[in-house]
């Protein structure tokens, strides 16, 4: 599925899809911006060095308090996903450019990454006994048709978390794609309208744009944060499972 709003460009190269170009546009600026810290860092940090430190430090504290101390392994993992999900919501914030967030394919394909990555240091970590967690906290004997029941609840539950955190990501950068494609739509179709009054319009749009922006920048963090914090916090309850 992809999103075409009246804003963005149909980029026809080579028959790729429009999602993936703006991927590795978004991948392409973490590279440079990346390297530009590493080729200018220096022990009294600069505004962009600053930025990325923070944002990292911001990351993998959240990552510590969640995991603890084999926290550290997981780094790449999180600070891949917070940078992806974060610059791709904003790109699409510049004219001609549509955020990959906000196709359904993209933020399912990250989604499923999440759920089979968990998943599977679950199993890694604690073996068959990863299914444990799944059967609730521990009860008589005689009362195994609730534990069979809060097995099949938790299983469903389990399953649904892809599709809950696709589905919150996409909704959101969507519908923000979608806000500033009607703007720019009502604009030019009112600046080139025959009558003043109507041309006159156009600086409605015009305004609100600003607001639209902004509000779109406050979307794009706290949807990314919002994704990567749920992330942690399922893989935390996959690779701590011992210490419940």
């Known amino acids: 599925m992809s999103s075409v709003v009246p804003e963005s460009i149909e980029y026809h190269i080579a028959n790729i899809p429009t999602s993936l170009l703006m991927t590795w546009l978004v991948w392409l600026a973490i590279g440079v911006a990346s390297l530009a810290v590493l080729k200018t860092a220096r022990r009294v940090p600069h505004a962009l060095q600053s930025v990325f430190e923070m944002c990292f430090e911001s990351i993998t504290g959240m990552i510590d308090d969640a995991i603890g101390h ?7 993992l999180f600070i891949g996903i917070f940078l992806y999900i974060f ?11 549509i955020s990959p967030t906000s196709d359904l394919n993209v933020t399912v394909g990250l989604s499923l990454v999440v759920f089979v990555y968990y998943n599977f240091m679950g199993f890694r970590r604690q073996g068959l006994g990863y299914l444990k967690h799944f059967f609730g906290p521990s009860l008589p004997w005689y009362m195994f048709p609730i534990r069979g029941l809060m097995f099949i609840i938790e299983m469903i539950g389990n399953f649904a978390r892809p599709f809950s955190l696709a589905l919150r990501l996409f909704c959101n950068i ?11 739509f009502l604009m030019l179709e009112f600046f080139f309208g025959k009558e003043l009054i109507v041309k006159g319009l156009s600086l409605g749009p015009l305004f609100l744009r600003p607001f639209i922006l902004l509000l779109g920048l ?13 992330s942690v916090s399922y893989v935390a309850s996959a690779v701590k499972l011992e210490e419940h």
């Open 70 to 76: 084999d926290a550290v392994r997981y780094y790449p």
């Open 87 to 97: 610059v791709g919501n904003l790109i699409g914030l510049f004219p001609g450019l």
């Open 174 to 184: 969507f519908a923000k794609e979608i806000l500033l494609g009607i703007l720019a």
């Open 218 to 230: 406050m979307v794009g963090f706290i949807q990314a944060l919002i994704f990567m914090v749920l």
